[in-house]
């Protein structure tokens, strides 16, 4: 890459990625096809998944389309804001949308436990469902081990899909450590549900407990008794207790993680994969490209949050650390020469770092400021020897300082970036510029949202 | 000290690497830490760019001083066959019930089953002694689940022994719940200075604190130096523009007057000053925040460079002056 290329990226960071070896992932023509359907948020935990699963549900809203988000665990203000921070399950409509394109958002909390127990309501007949929900074996099942997260997200979804109120289903996926984990618990849990081995443990149950057990085998009987050694006579009565009692919803849980299977496969459904420009999320992220491919799920890009920019680019970060020492000098000593900064020798600002790794665009634009510099000597040289206050010297230090702080995370970003770049040049990307604080309200989700959409 | 360290915290805080860092500090001064990882990603391995993990105990870092840190991966099948092998010598029912599958049922969807594996694991490292009695490994680290999940990871043992009223799950169950629960366990919450992680960091305390389980520190992770104190930061937002320009020229950096090099840097410069301002604000409130949940905070470094294997040491290095001061106060 040329330093030319590399130059347009950094003073682009903040605004529309300019680099065109990279093709920009534009998301309103995504949000305004009424053939998009579904668009599933994915990506690590903390990269700002549900945030942007909700700036997304906004701006879709306002642009004219009935659409649903499904958040799974909104931080409490964001979920204040948007008025689903009580648990109900169902999808609330939410206040202070401009609806005057057309459009309505709805939103909802996943409860899990409560979605499993519809599944169960729904499937069973009464007094069954009843023996299957107070079955403490199905309790502490439903309350959340690791699987039944991913698999309730994806219930929802799919009921959502069949209630066909809404043209636009946004979803947020569980804060799994891998993002992977989604795609594979549902599958994972519907074949044990399904499986052989739930039929085993079925089996005395069926047969009439103990006394069926005579007509098993004996590598059958060793094993019930293995387990009935090994979790306790009780445990296992409740474990078979609750097979028995789901046996007619087995077929049920399969059929529906492979409905939802082929409904992420479907070509109204958008997978969005989300990440921030550091070493973990991106890897987790190039995971993710690879496996919705290998899975034939429709990739529409990434959506990189927490992108720095900088309004100066031009001034890499080891000119401005040694033009900070330069001043911080002539604070204390009211040195005379200001030129004589020595450089790259100031390594107070940032102890961590002390030698920025200044890249090929960087120490172009120096070499380049200095020429043009050494045109207009007057200009240096008038100037560069005048009197500077203490107070501002060091003021201006600090601002350097920060200054130089900011083009290492740039160029950090930057790098991270690359290699994820590397891998996947074929993926459409958007940037959303870093904000200070946290968004917890709808005017910082609109904010988000033309971001997203470089509006 | 205690021997058990279980790092949890938000995710995206860097909960493993500071969970390395802190097995690497324990281990200086010719100490043996073990660092565990539950959760299957083989994320210890990529911060010491080494292969993945085995289902075995390896050395994987030597500390200063001649400290030694191991790793091990825990898989919750190979701990599920080690334990039958263990408790009851089921060979070929063991294999039995692999080929049924109630293997990877009992580790996947078992309520429960997989975590009090993973704890029950990393507990027997913590209780091994060697022919002489002495402890095999000083400290154990664990690199536990977020802190969404760390209280029901933590806690599963006690749902586990309800479920299981009595017999050897039952028992071990209890057993592993008397480690966790006792001084020889602390659990430590990594966050940053947002607003996200501090609340989740202070509802995961509070849960802790019902299950009484023992809470351990709070570890800033990634915090960044303040570069300018309050009142340059109010200066910088006031009319001093001029000024600060003919600094930057008297610093070499172009000319001052209007349309001049440095003239040109003083608004983006005055602009990331001022969002710097802004965050500094946020951290001053989330500091707060976190002041009031009452335990002893560490701060780490944010390594400008990203994070390498020199960085981890730096890491350490920062959390080792820390005990190290914490000693220090005990003693006196």
């Known amino acids: ?455 | 000290m205690s021997r058990l360290q279980v790092v949890s915290g938000k995710g995206g805080t860097g909960k493993t690497t500071v969970a390395a860092a802190l097995a690497l500090a324990l281990a200086t001064e010719g100490k043996r830490t073990l660092l565990v990882e539950v959760e299957g990603r083989q994320g210890i391995a990529q911060l010491f760019e080494t292969e993945a993990l085995p289902y075995e105990e390896r050395k994987i870092a030597v500390a200063s001083g001649g400290g030694e840190v191991y790793a091990l991966a825990i898989d919750a099948e190979r701990a599920l066959l080690d334990y039958l092998q263990m408790f009851y010598k089921l060979g070929s029912a063991g294999r039995a019930l692999k080929k049924l599958g109630a293997i990877d049922f009992a580790t996947t969807i078992a309520p429960g089953l997989r975590d009090v594996l993973l704890t029950g694991k990393a507990c027997e490292a913590v209780r091994r002694r060697d022919k002489k009695g002495a402890y095999v490994y000083d400290y154990v680290v664990m690199d536990a689940p977020p802190t969404g999940r760390i209280t029901k990871f933590l806690n599963v043992n006690d749902e586990v022994a309800g479920l299981a009223k009595f017999g050897p799950i039952h028992n071990q169950a209890q057993a592993v719940m008397r480690v966790l629960k006792s001084p020889e366990t602390a659990v430590h919450f990594v966050t940053l200075l947002e607003e996200m992680p501090v609340q989740e960091t202070a509802d995961g305390v509070a849960e802790l604190r019902a299950a009484e389980l023992p809470v351990g520190k709070v570890l800033v992770n990634m915090v960044r130096p303040q570069l300018l104190d309050e009142e340059a930061l109010r200066a910088a937002a006031g009319e001093r523009r001029t000024a600060v320009a003919q600094a930057l020229s008297a610093a070499g950096l172009g000319g001052a007057r209007r349309g001049g090099h440095a003239e040109r840097l003083v608004d983006p410069l005055l602009e990331q000053a001022a969002e710097h301002a802004q965050r500094v604000e946020l951290e001053r409130e989330q500091r707060e925040a976190l002041a009031g949940i009452g335990l002893d905070t560490y701060e780490l470094p944010m390594l400008g460079e990203g994070l390498d294997l020199a960085g981890l040491y730096r890491l350490a290095a920062a959390l080792r002056t820390h005990l190290g001061a914490d000693r220090a106060q005990g003693a006196a």
């Open chain 1, 1 to 455: 890459m040329s330093s030319q290329e590399r130059r347009a990226r950094e003073t682009g960071l903040d605004t529309v990625p300019v680099l065109d070896t990279v093709p920009v992932l534009d998301v309103d023509p995504l949000l305004d096809d009424p053939a998009t359907r579904i668009i599933v948020c994915c990506g690590s935990g903390g990269v700002g998944k549900t945030t942007t699963a909700a700036a997304l549900g906004v701006r879709a809203a306002e642009r004219g389309r009935r659409a649903v988000v499904l958040t799974i665990d909104p931080a409490r203000r964001l979920a204040q804001s948007m008025g689903i921070d009580s648990l109900d399950n169902v999808p609330r409509r939410v206040k202070g949308i401009d609806e005057g394109a057309g459009g309505e958002l709805h939103a909802m909390m996943l409860d899990m436990k409560r979605t499993f127990d519809e599944v169960v309501e729904a499937n069973a007949a009464p007094d069954r469902a009843r023996a299957i929900l107070e079955n403490p074996f199905y309790q502490s099942l439903s309350a959340g081990f690791a699987g039944t997260q991913e698999y309730m997200a994806m219930e929802k979804l799919g009921q959502l899909r069949a209630r066909d109120e809404w043209d636009l289903i946004v979803v947020d996926t569980p804060p799994s450590r891998s993002a992977l984990d989604f795609l594979d618990a549902p599958k994972r849990l519907g074949s044990f549900l399904d499986g052989k081995f739930i039929r085993v443990l079925m089996a005395p149950a069926k047969v009439g407990g103990r006394a069926g057990m005579k007509f098993l085998n004996v590598g059958m009987s060793m094993m019930t008794g293995t387990l009935s050694k090994l979790m306790g006579g009780q445990l296992l009565r409740d474990v078979q207790t609750f097979v028995a009692a789901m046996d007619t919803m087995f077929g049920g849980f399969r059929t529906r993680a492979d409905a939802t299977y082929r409904l992420l496969q479907a070509p109204g459904t958008a997978f969005l994969v989300v990440a921030a420009p550091e070493r973990d999320a991106l890897r987790e992220a190039a995971y993710f490209v690879e496996r919705l491919a290998a899975e034939e799920m429709p990739l529409a890009g990434l959506v990189l949050n927490r992108v720095h920019g900088s309004g100066a680019p031009q001034l890499s970060a080891e000119r401005a650390l040694a033009a900070a020492e330069n001043l911080g000098q002539r604070g204390i000593v009211d040195q005379g020469d200001g030129n004589a900064g020595p450089r790259g020798s100031s390594t107070a600002a940032s102890p961590e770092t002390p030698r920025t790794t200044a890249r090929g665009g960087a120490e172009d634009t120096r070499t380049e400021d200095t020429q043009s510099e050494g045109t207009q000597p007057e200009d240096t040289h008038a100037e560069g020897d005048g009197e500077v206050a203490d107070d501002v010297a060091q003021l201006t230090a600090g601002l350097l300082r920060l200054h130089a702080e900011r083009m290492q995370v740039l160029a950090r970003e930057q790098r991270t970036r690359d290699r994820f770049t590397a891998l996947h040049p074929e993926v459409a990307v958007t940037e959303v510029a870093a904000l200070p604080g946290d968004v917890h309200d709808l005017a910082g989700l609109r904010d988000i949202g033309e971001r997203l959409s470089h509006r």
